[in-house]
């Protein structure tokens, strides 16, 4: 059975930083890409970054790019976000995802095939 787990969330205050964690187990996910979206109190689902599986290519979000940094290593099956200069704004759940994707289409939540049960970021002003 494939799961996702994500770990590293909490309360943190503006402009500070967070590190989250998500493993991978029953398969692994080296070929796959790997990717972070969050989705706050009655908003939808929104990407955040991508990272291609040999990490040569990643991609974000505007709202996100030069404060976040994705990563992976696939030999933890582990991808990461590193979260620094958090605002109240970045306060949502995220969730980590495993999809076959390349270039845009890993942008869309829809191309993403396994999920794992998010982590709750919040951020005080």
């Known amino acids: 059975q494939v799961q996702l787990v994500e770990a590293g969330g909490g309360l943190v205050q503006a402009g500070g930083s967070l590190r989250l964690s998500c493993a991978a187990s029953?398969?692994?996910?080296?070929?796959?890409?790997k990717g972070w979206f969050r989705q706050a109190p009655g908003k939808e689902r929104e990407f955040v970054a991508a990272i291609t599986w040999t990490g040569g290519n990643t991609y974000y979000a505007d709202s996100v790019r030069g404060r976040f940094t994705i990563s992976r290593d696939n030999a933890k099956n582990t991808v990461y976000l590193q979260m620094n200069s958090l605002k109240p704004e970045d306060t949502a759940v995220y969730y980590c995802a495993v999809s076959a994707c390349s270039g845009y289409r890993c942008y869309d939540r829809n191309n993403y095939d396994y999920w794992g049960q998010g982590t709750q970021v919040t951020v005080s002003s």
């Open positions: 029953g398969r692994t996910f080296s070929t796959y890409a």
